[in-house]
């Protein structure tokens, strides 16, 4: 109990460092682009200024409560494999872990050094750091490791020609000076948790020491080279430590370049002092994220009793820092432990009208699929908690409760037994975890005090989960609120944000993701169907329960077929950090770590710059774009790519902090020694001195190329996929180094570098081009003058007029050779494909058949065109891809332009299937002020369509109108001239039941104008003229709307027609007029025609639903949103059918 | 036609009962012409296309589950599974409430899950009737230039394969079930030669399962999976009919004249080539030859029959060739519709040759059907594929404006649905003098829903039909018309396939097509040729030769071949159930 319960007089004090603090960070959110800030000064600081979370319960909580249908048949497959015997022979086995969670607390130090030979490390007295480290040994039991004595420290430079006198005496007091310091800075709060039991007055800087050894990374010829290096008793001491030397302090032994001694205060540059703590003990310790770590025998200490253990894990041991062997992720130890992954996912009774709140709304159902890494079968467990009864299901446990505590109580428990590594689902990091929390925060309050103990879901003993929230802003994603949540122990792994980041999708809602990665599709269940299923039967909770575990099953089959896992140790192992900063924060904690590594081993030291407030970043020019010349090319054109083009500029020109002079210096130095760069900035050359990022970068690269051969060698599809992430990770990773340098609110931004990677960029893509086009000439003896139609950042598009593939090929691979060999070493072009045909329509913009054999094309390739963007109706894209398809695959121009024409004249006639005209958009944060629901008014300043639909279809029928959250559907109707387009907006089952005629108008030039002129432009002369308008476009077709109240058609008068010709009759004359009567049979034939494709398309469209949503004998409740059950059709089918049999039924029989 | 008004022509009383299906053919609720808003919308209420299929499923379900389970019952007690206290208990109310690791029934419906990536994908385009076509007749690819091996190719991929992802449910309101075998030895056994007959028959056959088909399973759920290891499968078969007609059938040797029924199907008016590629009769002649063989007492025994039953494909289908009709086997059937639908579909924007040669077929049938019914012989007529009435089953009956000759021939003449069912009374004369009446149920289709479901049966290699040597080569995979026709009574079904693949009407009370009582014969029409069939009380064929079928009830079971394709019709006895086939071709004259 000893660390639990110094943990607990702890927490009243400031100076715990909860782990909190280690994940939130300032603003760490997604961000891939450099401009999310990772603000670790803010994190420190906030440490001792923010007091975080209920205080811990106390100790009288029973640890698991005893349930009557909980049996042990239920535990024993929940539970983990019982520790092997061996493990606890200390002495004679050593402890193998692979690691995935690491934080640290505040703790009181070790008595002894569990290695009996050494004597303890670190400080002996006061609250000392000790970091937690969680993982899983090679059997599948959960390890916490304990690691004592890791001190942390910060470096502050001398100014340039300033000496210190480094004796023992000097230094001393230069401590003590320090100390003061620091006491006045934390002021109370360090005392006042000051009542250790040996009487000692605790330290809170532990020494001084004075280092000649390093540099700075900053310039070729760094202006620090001597550095005082501090310790202090406890991390988050050192933001304040950094502020004192940062305002200037007189220390006393300081001499300046005369020799003389310095009395005045005099201003300390700090030097890494904003790399938190566990990642300090990561650098100097060698350990990377995820990898594998021993602890030698005879070394550690286990934890054998149950209160002597402060955490849930299996197995709990004490070492000190210095004993533990990392791991290289590397032949036998490039395996992954049998990692156990739960993912989940919640149901709520929501009220008609309202999102669910855990205010108010229950959970009534907890699905639930554990599975171990590695093993092939599928998930070891499935269950569902229930709130009532529920009817088994086959081949998962259902667990039912009468009440909503015993439930969540009950899932606790499995939570506890299940003991993952892993939490997954999709949204749960910010809907179901957080909607957990707060629901029993809510209980909690009304009566259950039992429910104390629900969230505390982590492995520390006795630890709440918290959350908080956070906001993220980003260009690329725009504004976020996330919620991140702590659980001690384990790592959240939200599979939608993942999909968000890495895949383009149309849609992210789970259904259409699992359409599209794992072919298979979930019906989809309306939330205001779930309140009713809750409320019916068992049987009707059974339908809800298997539909909840599909939701869980799911994104579990999502993460192993995209292999999410394994890409993500990968990722932690090269670039050295926590698996969970890879989820939680962008880019830069990436290669800020693999710099302070690199930096590490060559002794320099990186600075810890102050944050210029307003971003400071004076733009710089970015890539470069050779105008393209616009056109359809029917012969193919080669592209010849830059093969990671920045990474291999930072080499091959030397970039980096540590070789950069200023023009100041440039001019001393001898003009052999450097180069300049295209835009001006000056790079010693690499036999002069190597910078430290193409260092880094050449590893990558050179660690690339060797797990792109294992993963050709791979014996196994499982190896191959290991190796593939790798592979991936080290790609990734070497293209982010060159955007942490640009980045402007970064830890270490440098423009300098930026701008003339980039200035070379444009230079050499520059050359590429003049070179190709001056010597593929017929001067030079080649068949035609090649010429460059269009050159993007990397990659240019040369067209060499050979015409076929065959013959482009031998030319492209001789042009990428020859340029190669103008540019320095590493730099290479490289020949990949062709692409023919090639639609070239703007910047960016265009469409090619790849080839990458002459054999076969691969596929058609298409940038910056209109086919996933979801605003637009599936019309678009649907002609978009249809058209480009018959363009470039089939290579057949007229057939695309009768193709487009035949779609036009369909739209104009009403022929229109209505689901491809509909657009869907959410209602977000904004709308509730529409919906009369609350809200602010400034939150919603300009009316949108779908909100103000979704408003007027509250006001017609409050039960069944779109809620907050959902996805509106809508398509826009004819309205009076001059009408908004947020008065134009309708329902599309409203428009199908009322027969309102579309605008047709209005998709043909909102929707469909501006694509098509985009692709038809480079081949067709006025688009305009001849495809959206002529003679397709004349016959037009608009249905006469149902009469409806407050509508025109009130005032018409029916009158009874001939169905033949329209001519108006006597009601009691029949169907047909006296002319038409001998055509009788083919008027009735005619009409018969149209019921009977009505017919067929009603059985074919419904049992096909039928078919996917796997279910005969209940009826579908699909809405349809991203479900390829064809919702609107089905509507649409039940429509037609009944206006045709009332057509054919006037003829009597 | 020369008539001599002085020949007796056979009688037997008829009672038609097709109108059963004609309510779900034409609901009463579209009859509500387009009124007012208020109308509309309570028609909206009523439509019945406002339901879902579930409906169907469900009333199916309901209908057959005691027979199924009676069925599956007798059979465990025979093999000693169950015993008979426990029976009920193992007889799981819901899928649902199966206990895992014994013995237990179940009755579902099957459904035969084909992997979705070889299922055809839904097409996006609107007003497109042939995308439903194409794929409920998936082998009607290439209009016409679509070969047998292509079709028999798409056939084979559609098939089940369980090596391919493929699996079998069963499915109640309740959920699913995955079925497999009872262990791996299933291909083992169908190799077995002798004592695995029945074992084989029952056993989880995946060639003897559609998708729609309600069963009664024995077996195990194991634990760990949930998959239910099927012991043996067990169908609703068809219960007795009333038992007037089976001491009826204790028939005496009479040499009077029996009445007789004639079936036919695909007479294929308006056909506008002339000679059949086969045997180089014109079908119109032919046509002709029926005519007068019916009409002309001189000729033949024509006067015997009481009845003709025209069981679909009346008119030709469009401006096809002959040659192309003439094509054998049951894939050509299916390429045909697809044409028919193409009219459909340009009709409905503007009239076309198309329009015009329905018309001029429609004319030539109705003449052609009038001169029958002057002969005085009562003619049923049962709408088909091709025939211009509406697609869901049932079909509604020929409107009257088509065939306005005809109809006026009130008393003979009934248009009726498709399927079809009736009465025949058969006088008798037992003992001596004493008349008595029994009565002989009919029931038949123009046969799509067989030929719908053929595509999911293929036919086993060690099946006793001995046309399989016959029929080698091409279309041998798929199980012949008589295999289906006799597998749907087995189910106690007519049409199990609907409303997966055969558009049906989504009924929600009753399942119009379930077998609720044994007909007397039961046929389908546009076959590819003539096959029959005596079947038992127990659903099992009873060899024709052999003094066995004195003394039990059957069922004659009618495969009638296409007239268009081969001339020929088929006569029933109604006594005595006989069957024969009469060809109409230049070699019989």
Redesign the interface.
């Known amino acids: 109990m000893m660390s639990t319960s110094r943990k607990r007089t702890l927490d009243d004090d400031l100076y715990d460092e909860s782990p909190k603090h280690l994940r939130g960070g300032g603003g760490g959110g997604y961000g891939d682009d450099g401009d999310d800030l990772f603000n670790d000064d803010d994190l420190f600081e906030d440490n001792l200024v923010d007091h975080d979370g209920p205080p811990e319960p106390a100790d009288d909580v029973e640890e698991d409560i005893a349930f009557g249908d909980i049996t042990d048949a239920h535990r024993s497959r929940w539970t983990r494999p019982a520790v092997p015997s061996s493990v606890w022979k200390t002495s004679e086995n050593d402890l193998n872990l692979q690691w995935l969670d690491i934080d640290m607390i505040g703790g009181s130090p070790l008595a002894a050094n569990p290695n009996k030979n050494k004597k303890v490390l670190g400080a002996s007295s006061g609250t000392v750091p000790i970091i937690r480290l969680y993982g899983v040994n090679e059997t599948g039991n959960s390890v916490a490791v304990f690691i004592h004595g890791f001190t942390a420290y910060g470096y502050f430079a001398l100014p340039r020609g300033y000496e210190v006198d480094g004796s023992d005496g000097n230094l001393g007091k230069i401590r003590s000076i320090l100390e003061e310091n620091l006491r006045a800075k934390l002021g109370s709060q360090f005392d006042k948790g000051d009542n250790t039991s040996n009487g000692e007055t605790p330290m809170a800087c532990l020494g001084v020491t004075c280092l000649s050894n390093k540099q700075s990374i900053m310039g070729y010829d760094p202006s620090h080279t001597k550095f005082l290096k501090v310790y202090v008793a406890m991390p988050g001491m050192i933001p304040k430590l950094k502020t004192i030397m940062e305002e200037g302090i007189t220390l006393p032994g300081i001499t300046n370049a005369n020799g003389q001694e310095v009395r005045e205060s005099m201003i300390f540059q700090p030097y890494e002092c904003n790399v938190p703590y566990v990642m300090r003990y990561m650098i100097d310790r060698d350990v990377t994220g995820a990898s594998w770590l021993s602890l030698p025998k005879g070394t550690y200490h286990l934890r054998k009793n149950e209160s002597e253990k402060g955490t849930h894990c299996q197995i709990e041991a004490d070492i000190c820092f210095n004993e533990i062997i990392p791991r290289k992720p590397e032949g036998e130890w490039a395996k992954v432990a049998p990692l156990r992954i739960l993912s989940f996912d919640i149901e709520c009774q929501g009220r008609k009208g309202y999102f669910p709140e855990a205010e108010h709304d229950p959970v009534i159902q907890i699905a639930n699929s554990l599975s171990v890494y590695g093993e092939s079968k599928g998930p070891i467990v499935q269950n569902v908690f229930t709130l009532g009864g529920c009817l088994p299901i086959v081949g998962a446990q259902v667990i039912s409760s009468n009440t909503e505590e015993d439930m969540l109580l009950k899932w606790r428990t499995f939570l506890h037994a299940s003991d993952a590594d892993i939490f997954t689902g999709y949204n749960v990091q910010n809907f179901d975890i957080p909607y957990l929390l707060d629901r029993a925060a809510a209980l909690w309050k009304k009566k259950d005090s039992k429910l104390r103990i629900f969230t505390q879901w982590g492995r520390v003993k006795n630890c709440q989960t918290r959350k908080r929230e956070t906001m993220f802003q980003s260009s690329a994603y725009g504004r976020r609120t996330n919620t991140e949540t702590t659980i001690e122990g384990r790592v959240i792994f939200d599979m939608l944000p993942y999909m968000q980041r890495n895949h383009k999708l149309s849609s992210y809602s789970l259904n259409s993701v699992c359409a599209e990665f794992l072919s298979q599709q979930k019906e989809d269940v309306h939330h205001s169907i779930i309140s009713d299923l809750q409320n019916g039967s068992d049987a009707d909770r059974h339908r809800l329960a298997v539909y909840c575990l599909k939701d869980a099953i799911l994104p579990q089959r999502l993460m192993d077929k995209l292999s999410v896992l394994i890409n993500y140790v990968e990722m932690a192992r090269v670039t050295g950090v926590p698996v969970s900063f890879l989820i939680s924060r962008g880019q830069q904690i990436k290669v800020f770590s693999m710099i302070l590594r690199k930096c590490r081993d060559v002794n320099l030291l990186v600075p810890t710059l102050k944050k210029s407030g307003s971003g400071g970043d004076e733009g710089y020019e970015g890539a470069t774009v050779l105008d393209p010349i616009k056109s359809y090319y029917e012969i193919p054109i080669a592209t010849l790519d830059f093969a990671s083009l920045y990474p291999s500029i930072m080499q091959a020109y030397n970039l980096c902090y540590s070789t950069m002079l200023s023009p100041q210096e440039a001019a001393k130095t001898d003009p052999s020694m450097f180069k300049r760069s295209e835009n001006g900035h000056n790079f010693v050359h690499s036999n002069v001195k190597k910078g430290i990022l193409p260092i880094i970068l050449e590893e990558l690269l050179a660690a690339r190329k060797r797990a792109k051969k294992d993963m050709k060698n791979a014996p196994t599809e499982f190896e191959k996929a290991v190796q593939n992430g790798r592979q991936l990770a080290l790609k990734v990773s070497a293209n982010s180094v060159y955007g942490f340098t640009g980045a402007g609110v970064g830890q270490l931004p440098c423009v300098p570098i930026a701008s003339s990677v980039t200035s070379y960029g444009r230079f050499l893509l520059e050359k590429t081009k003049s070179y190709v086009e001056e010597h593929y000439t017929q001067a030079h003896g080649y068949e035609h003058n090649a010429q460059v139609v269009y050159g993007d950042t990397d990659s240019v598009m040369v067209k060499f007029g050979t015409k076929t593939v065959a013959d482009t090929f031998p030319l492209a691979i001789e042009a990428a050779k020859k340029c190669s060999d103008l540019f320095p070493n590493p730099i290479e072009l490289e020949f990949e494909k062709v692409y023919y045909p090639y639609l070239l329509m703007n910047k960016k913009r265009y469409a090619g058949l790849m080839w990458t054999q002459i054999e076969k094309y691969d596929y058609m390739d298409t940038k910056g065109l209109e086919t996933v963007r979801r605003d637009n109706c599936a019309l678009v894209r649907e002609v978009i891809q249809t058209s480009l398809d018959k363009i470039i695959i089939e290579r057949n121009v007229p057939g695309a332009i009768e193709y487009v024409k035949s779609q036009i004249a369909d739209l104009l006639q009403n022929k229109m299937d209505i689901s491809r005209l509909v657009i869907t958009k959410s209602l977000n944060k904004g709308a509730e002020y529409a919906l009369g629901l609350g809200g602010k008014a400034e939150d919603y300043k300009v009316k949108q369509a779908h909100v103000e639909l979704a408003a007027r279809m509250r006001k017609r029928d409050p039960g069944s109108a779109p809620q907050m959250g959902d996805r509106v559907p809508y398509v826009i109707i004819t309205a009076a001239k001059g009408a908004a387009n947020f008065e134009k907006a309708e329902d599309p089952i409203y428009v199908l039941e009322n027969n309102i005629p579309i605008d047709s108008k209005w998709y043909l030039t909102n929707q469909l104008s501006n694509p098509l002129t985009r692709i038809f432009e480079p081949i067709i002369d006025n688009v305009e003229k001849s495809l959206l308008q002529g003679d397709h476009t004349r016959k037009i077709f608009i249905p006469t709307p149902t009469a409806k109240k407050g509508s025109l058609m009130m005032f018409a008068h029916k009158k009874a027609t001939c169905m033949g010709c329209k001519a108006s009759i006597g009601v009691d004359e029949g169907n047909l007029c006296k002319y038409c009567l001998p055509k009788e049979a083919e008027i009735y034939l005619g009409k018969l025609a149209v019921l009977k494709e009505a017919e067929l398309r009603y059985a074919h469209l419904w049992s096909e639903a039928q078919r996917i949503h796997g279910t005969l004998h209940t009826d579908i409740m699909c809405t349809g949103d991203g479900c390829a059950c064809q919702f609107y059709r089905r509507k649409k089918v039940q429509a037609d059918i009944r206006l045709a049999q009332e057509q054919v039924d006037r003829f009597g029989r | 036609m020369p008539t001599d008004q002085s020949i007796t022509r056979a009688y037997a009383p008829y009672t038609p009962s097709w109108q059963r299906f004609h309510e779900f053919a034409?609901?009463l609720a579209?009859?509500?012409?387009?009124g007012?808003?208020a109308m509309?919308s309570a028609?909206?209420q009523l439509?019945p296309?406002?339901r879902?299929?579930?409906h169907v499923?469900?009333a199916r379900?309901a209908a057959l589950r005691e027979r199924c389970l009676a069925n599956a019952k007798q059979s465990a007690r025979d093999e000693g599974i169950i015993s008979g206290e426990d029976d009920d208990e193992c007889a799981a109310e819901?899928i649902?409430?199966?206990k895992e690791g014994v013995w237990s029934i179940l009755v579902g419906?099957i459904?035969k899950?084909t992997d979705?990536?070889r299922?055809p994908p839904?097409q996006?385009?609107?007003?497109d009737?042939t995308?439903?076509?194409s794929?409920?007749f998936p082998s009607s690819d290439g209009e016409n230039n679509g070969s047998q091996m292509k079709q028999i190719e798409s056939l084979r991929s559609y098939l089940f394969d369980s090596e391919k992802g493929d699996v079998i449910h069963l499915?109640?309101?309740?959920?699913?079930?995955e079925l497999a075998p009872e262990d791996e030895t299933l291909d083992a056994m169908s190799v077995d030669v002798d004592g695995s007959t029945f074992k084989k028959s029952n056993a989880l056959d995946p060639n003897n399962l559609a998708?729609?088909v309600v069963a009664a399973v024995v077996g195990k759920?194991c634990a760990?999976?949930?998959i239910m290891k099927v012991h043996s499968i067990h169908f609703a078969g068809v219960p007795l009919s009333d038992a007037t007609s089976q001491d009826a059938m204790l028939i005496e040797e009479e040499e009077e004249e029996e009445p007789v029924l004639l079936l036919v199907s695909g007479l294929g008016c308006g056909s506008d080539s002339s000679t059949d590629g086969e045997t180089g009769a014109s079908l119109a002649l032919r046509r002709e030859m029926l005519l007068e063989y019916l009409t002309d007492p001189s000729l033949s025994n024509g006067a015997s029959v009481c009845r003709v039953i025209i069981a679909g494909g009346g008119v030709s289908p469009s401006n096809q060739s002959a040659g192309d009709i003439g094509r054998p086997g049951g894939p050509n059937k299916e390429n045909s519709k697809k044409n028919y639908?193409n009219?459909?579909?340009s009709?409905?924007s503007k009239?076309s040759d198309a329009?015009n040669h329905?018309?001029f077929s429609?004319r030539e049938l109705d003449l052609y059907i009038s001169e029958l019914l002057s002969s005085g012989i009562p003619v049923d007529y049962i709408p088909g594929w091709h025939d211009?009435?509406?697609?869901?089953w049932p079909q509604r009956?020929l409107?009257?404006?088509?065939l306005?000759l005809s109809c006026t021939f009130v008393d003979l003449f009934s248009r009726c649905t498709n399927p079809y069912e009736g009465t025949l009374g058969v006088a008798r004369s037992r003992n001596g003098a004493k008349n008595a009446e029994s009565s002989m149920k009919v029931l038949g289709s123009d046969g799509l829903s067989v030929a719908d479901l053929r595509r999911f049966l293929s036919k086993s290699d060690s099946t006793k039909d001995n046309d399989a040597e016959k029929n080698d080569g091409d279309d041998a995979i798929v199980s012949s018309c008589m295999d289906a026709l006799h597998q749907t009574l087995k189910y106690g079904h007519m049409a199990p396939t609907g409303?997966?693949?055969?558009?049906?009407f989504?009924s929600s009370e009753s399942d119009p097509f379930v077998l609720s009582s044994r007909p007397d014969v039961y046929f389908v029409g546009n076959c590819d040729r003539f096959e029959t069939r005596l079947v038992n009380v127990n659903g099992e064929e009873i060899d024709e030769s052999g003094d066995d079928k004195v003394g039990t009830c059957m069922t004659r079971l009618v495969c009638v071949p296409s007239f268009a394709l081969t001339g020929e019709v088929v006569l029933v006895k109604l006594k005595s159930l006989e069957c024969e086939v009469v060809s109409f071709n230049d070699a019989n004259l």
């Not at chain 2, 579209?30 to 387009?34: K, M, Q, R, V």
């Not at chain 2, 211009?388 to 869901?392: R, V, Y």
């Open positions: 034409a609901p579209s009859s509500s012409g387009a007012s808003a509309a028609a909206s439509n296309y406002a879902q299929y579930s499923y469900s379900l819901r649902i409430e199966v419906t459904v899950e979705p990536t299922r839904v996006s385009k609107y007003n009737a995308d439903a076509q794929f409920l499915e109640d309101e309740s959920g699913r079930v998708t729609g759920v760990t999976k949930g639908n009219v459909a579909k009709k409905s009239p329009a329905m018309a429609l211009p009435t509406n697609a869901n009956p409107h009257s404006c088509l306005p409303p997966d693949s055969l558009p049906t989504p």
